[in-house]
């Protein structure tokens, strides 16, 4: 569990990290892995935004293009026309709903916190546009910068390390001076569960995750519903609830900030929990 205050400044408002705090997945597309998260119009995401903030969410995360492994990209122009309408129609209902912008386009970024998002998350670190990280430094957003090798379509393919830990922290030092360099005041850092990496990797990145607070930075854990838990108990991402609030609360207990999930109800009640545990400690 996070053991220091955090703060984010997002376009004028001022977020604190006290304790970790649960972003909901809220996907705009039709081919996500896990149906429960596919919201296709804005009207069901405004509901599906509604139910998450009732059930204690701080971040709703919106993405209109699927990352998963082989994923087809389908562009910034429908991705910006998939994303917008939910995220107008969710700021409109929820006013002071803080809201991500899942994509690796600068257009889309942009477009996105024109229209009510206050924080950007890239798969790609700003490796997949050139113009990503000035983009996110002008719309003076936090910048959740996670690792990948490759695209998503081509990810698993560099599934290659001779230490994954040491490496995904080298990237984050190189990524975390780009952003620096570019005017990106807050910077959040993400491992990429399940992006070029194999279950063993992944196990070995939830294993050792605490090592990423030497950067400073809150680390955003993304591990819901994904292929390692659901391929390692041998079911599917439907039945993969338990097995997901299991490794949230790992990684809670190795640092993570943010738990970004498909459900919010039982990532809340894994914070709450670990946070009693570790205050009955003090």
Not at 226 to 237: E, Q, R
């Given at each position: ?68 492994p082989g994923a087809t990209m389908v562009g910034a122009e429908e991705e910006t026309e998939r994303i917008v309408p939910a995220i107008e129609a969710i700021h409109a209902r929820f006013p002071n709903a803080l809201m991500s912008i899942d994509t690796f386009h600068a257009s889309v970024a942009e477009a996105a916190v024109m229209a009510g998002a206050s924080m950007v998350n890239d798969v790609s670190g700003g490796q997949m546009d050139a113009a990503m990280l000035d983009t996110v430094a002008a719309l003076q957003v936090p910048y959740v910068c ?137």
């Amino acid at each position: 569990m996070t053991n220091r205050i955090q703060t984010l400044h997002c376009r004028g408002k001022l977020v604190t990290i006290q304790q970790p705090q649960v972003m909901g997945i809220i996907n705009t597309t039709p081919d996500s892995f896990f149906e429960g998260s596919r919201q296709q119009t804005a009207e069901a995401a405004v509901m599906q935004a509604e139910r998450m903030l009732a059930a204690g969410a701080t971040w709703l995360d919106i993405g209109g293009q699927s990352t998963r492994p082989g994923a087809t990209m389908v562009g910034a122009e429908e991705e910006t026309e998939r994303i917008v309408p939910a995220i107008e129609a969710i700021h409109a209902r929820f006013p002071n709903a803080l809201m991500s912008i899942d994509t690796f386009h600068a257009s889309v970024a942009e477009a996105a916190v024109m229209a009510g998002a206050s924080m950007v998350n890239d798969v790609s670190g700003g490796q997949m546009d050139a113009a990503m990280l000035d983009t996110v430094a002008a719309l003076q957003v936090p910048y959740v910068c996670m690792h990948m090798r490759g695209t998503p379509e081509t990810m698993q393919h560099y599934a290659v390390y001779e230490n994954v830990v040491q490496e995904v922290l080298q990237y984050f030092i190189e990524r975390m001076e780009a952003c620096r360099k570019a005017g990106i005041k807050d910077v959040l850092l993400d491992p990429g569960i399940g992006f070029a990496k194999t279950i063993e990797h992944n196990f070995q990145v939830l294993h050792q995750l605490e090592a990423f607070q030497i950067l400073g930075a809150p680390v955003l854990l993304g591990v819901s519903r994904k292929s390692t838990i659901y391929k390692t108990l041998g079911i599917s991402a439907a039945e993969a609830l338990n097995g997901t609030t299991v490794l949230h609360t790992i990684g809670l207990l190795k640092g993570a900030a943010i738990l970004r999930v498909h459900d919010v109800k039982e990532a809340v009640e894994a914070v709450k929990l670990v946070s009693a545990m570790q205050q009955s400690a003090l």
